[in-house]
Structure formats: C-alpha cells, structure tokens
C-alpha cells in the first residue's frame, strides 16, 4: 500500500487483481481488516481467504466467513484459495503407493521429492477430500455468504504423466491391470489425466457449485487448450523420448483436453517466465525470446477457452524458478516488455489477472501489473463485450498486434520488435486494417 498508487480511473464492475503474497489478515481487528481491505481495493488488489485444515478447523471457517462478511459490505467479491484443503490424495501411506511385481510398495520421487504413488488408488481418498470442502462450503451457506471465486494451486498430487511416472506405473503392477495398453503414451496421458479430473469435479467442485451454483472454480494450471503445452512448471522436466513438437529447442508437449471434465467454471492459464525459456529460442533477442513463449502461452489459451468460461491468468515477471547457479548469459526479460505482454493478454480475451511471487519481488510485480490494470481501466467496455480477434504469434521476431472488436470498430495494440515505423495490415473479418506505429499506446480503428 505505500507504494502503489490509489487507481485514477473508476474500476467499474471490474474483477480486482489477486496477489498471493498479500497475507493473512487474521490478526487484525474487524476495524483495521476493513480498512485494510478497502484501501487494497482503492488500488485495485483483492484480498483471497486461504481455507486451512488441521485442529483449530472451526476458528479457521469463522475467520473465513469474518473476512467474507467485511468483503460484501464492500462490494467486492469472496475470493477463496482451498490449496490445503486438496492435498493430499497421495497420503504417503502404503494403500496409495505402486506394487512390485514382487508386491512390495514403491513411490515415484522425481517430483520435486514429493511423494507420489499409484493414480488407481485415489478414487477412494475422495471423501476425505470432499469433506473438507463441504465443511467450509456448508459454513459459507448457512451464515448467508455467497462465495464468488474459488481457485486453487493444487499441483504435485494427484495422477502425472510426466517425469518418472510412466516408467514407474510400467513396474507397477495395479497400474498395468488397470492400463489397456501400458505401453501407450498418449492412452496412458488420457486416462490418468481423466482420474484427476474425476478427482477434481467430486471433491472440489461438485460440493462447492451445489451449494454456490454461480461461483467461479478453478484450479492453477487447468484451461482450455489446443492440445499442446507450451511450458513447463518448475517441476517438470523435457522427456526428447515422448511426442512432442520441436520448436527452436523447445519440446513442447501433448496435453489431455482435462478442463470439461474437472466441471470448472473458470479458466487459470500459467504465463510465467520460466528460466528455462531464454535458452529455447536462440534465434530470437533477449526480450522477444520470453514474449513469443509467453503470448503463445497466453493466445493458447484465449483462443480455446469458449465463450462464457472467464479466464483468470497467472503472471510473473522476475525470471521464475532459476537454479542456485543461474546462467549470467540468461536475461531477466525487460520491464517493458512484460507490460506489453499484460496487454496483448488483456486484448487476447484475459478477463483476470492473478500474481504470485517471492515476498521480496512484491513491490516490483505489483507496481508493473496494477500500472497496466489501472490504464486498462479506460476500456473496461471493450473488454466486457467485445471479442478478441486476433491471436497471432508471429515465428518472425517483426510486430505483434492484438485486438478486440466492438461492433464496427477495433481496439488494437501494436508492439514492435525490430524498429518499424510504418503502417502494419491485419485482416479482421475479411477486411484489410491499417495499424499505424503508435508505441505504448492503444488505438480505436474503424473497420472500413
């Protein structure tokens, strides 16, 4: 709050930003949370209640439905992260470990150290699962608070394809009975990825939708797509030996079509600039190399997400997840950049941006992202009701251009990569549309 500036445009009905790493309010007295609250809001940051298990489980829901309470009497939306409450399906006992053919339980370790077992016996941690999200959720609804968005970050738990899993469901005994063809990466993919949907929908978001039908659940990670995946969490690591599309020297991988089935109502792409990116595109400059991953990312999943399903965007813009060591020749990607991306996201059909980052990167992160959202603020029309119409991610480091249409006129934004100072066309419609070279700016065109 020191350093962010209070908005200077009207916010309108417009979704606040979400930061992770804004903290727990629980310390505070209801005066002091409702002042925190509001001039968070006053800068365009919201405020997500963390939902926590363990002991002191009913304090924890009454201080959940404390911070609700001040919220509506804002005006603003209960935003609610049930992380905790999800894990874990993989309990590190042995009912959820492989079996040997020897019939000795195994665990797969290549996970960042996590503990990760067999997919076939997760179906029967749902009640446990389950309950801990009704708990709250009956809580909300008997003391009238309506919950608006519900996200969460549930990521190494649950059925994974990835790393070492294929090969340790290969030695695992219940995994092949349980497999038609073991040896089929893609049938493999598809049907662990069906049980963690399966997971998701009965436990996550079938008790939260019947209860707050009208709520926005999602989980980090988990969108509409066009069957490829174009990054790589911190976690994850390229398998040259499993299908994949070569691009430079990314590998990018074959994705199951998960987000139908989990029932969620939003969609939370990843747009980060993960190390690794730099070096996947030499034949790009510094700053070209993170935007044409990023956008890519960012167009993937704003021009497969249908019609009605909001998109709520995970960014971050200090290089994330470097090694100890990090590679001097890798560049941290430029802070102009970055806000460009932000808006060609904006323009690309992203209704919600969300932030999470490193205590010490807070100030940064959130100064470049609420200076875009402030300054978007302006179009809040365009972005409510008109549609996105131009999803290119040119190969050729030259120009990108972004847009939304609103009945005869076009909302555009044109950032360039080599120096250009001419006219650009796009074609919107069938119709040829001259972009004029205006940098760090957003123009109206007519449609001719």
């Known amino acids: 709050m020191d350093t962010l500036p209070v908005l200077s445009t009207d916010r309108g009905d ?54 609700a309470r001040i919220q509506k ?38 996970f960042a150290g996590h503990t990760m077992g067999c997919p076939f016996t997760l179906v029967n941690r749902i009640p446990v699962i389950e309950a801990r999200i009704v708990a709250y959720a ?37 995994c092949r009975e349980n497999t038609s063809d073991i040896n089929n990466f893609l049938l493999f993919q598809a049907t662990l990825r069906s049980i963690r949907s399966r997971l998701m929908y009965e436990s996550y978001t079938k008790p939260v939708l019947e209860r707050f039908p009208d709520a926005l659940i999602t989980n980090y990670a988990t969108y509409p797509h066009d069957g490829w995946r174009y990054w790589y969490d911190y976690f994850e690591y390229p398998q040259p030996e499993l299908p994949h599309i070569k691009d430079q020297n990314a590998l990018y991988r074959p994705w199951y079509d998960e987000f139908a089935e989990t029932g969620f109502t939003l969609a939370m792409p990843v747009v980060y600039t993960w190390y690794p990116i730099f070096n996947w595109y030499p034949e790009y400059s510094g700053d070209y190399r993170w935007f044409y991953n990023m956008l890519k990312v ?15 965007t995970f960014v971050h813009w200090h290089t994330t997840a470097p090694p100890k060591n990090p590679d001097p020749g890798v560049k941290q990607m430029s802070r102009e950049s970055y806000q460009e991306l932000l808006w060609h996201l904006l323009l690309r059909g992203h209704d919600m941006l969300f932030s999470w980052c490193m205590q010490n990167e807070l100030a940064v992160e959130m100064i470049l992202l609420q200076d875009v959202y402030n300054k978007s603020l302006e179009y809040n029309k365009w972005f409510k009701i008109g549609q996105p119409v131009i999803f290119d991610v040119p190969a050729n480091e030259t120009t990108v251009i972004s847009g939304i249409k609103l009945n005869n006129k076009v909302l555009v934004r044109r950032t360039d990569f080599k120096e250009n100072n001419k006219p650009v066309m796009v074609k919107i419609d069938n119709v040829e549309l001259k972009v004029p070279c205006k940098p760090g700016e957003c123009q109206i065109l007519r449609l001719e």
Request: hydrophobic letters at 35%.
């Open 73 to 110: 009497e804002l005006g603003l939306s209960v935003v609610i992260d049930a992380t905790r409450l999800l894990y874990g399906f993989y309990d590190g006992t042995p009912a959820t470990s492989h079996i040997s053919d020897k019939g000795e339980t195994f665990s797969d370790s290549s």
């Open 14 to 67: 417009r979704e606040l930003l979400y930061q992770y790493s804004v903290g727990d309010l629980s310390s505070l007295s209801d005066e002091d949370t409702r002042k925190v609250i509001s001039d968070l809001k006053n800068r365009g940051v919201g405020v997500i209640t963390f939902w926590k298990k363990g002991e002191k489980i009913d304090s924890h829901i009454q201080e959940g439905i404390r911070i």
């Open 138 to 174: 009956e809580a909300y609804k008997a003391a009238g608070i309506d919950i608006d968005i519900v996200t969460a970050d549930w990521e190494i738990d649950g059925p994974m394809e990835w790393n070492d899993a294929w090969e340790n469901s290969k030695s695992c005994v219940r």
């Open 298 to 312: 960012g167009s993937n999943a704003g021009k497969s997400t249908p019609s009605g399903i909001p998109l709520a």
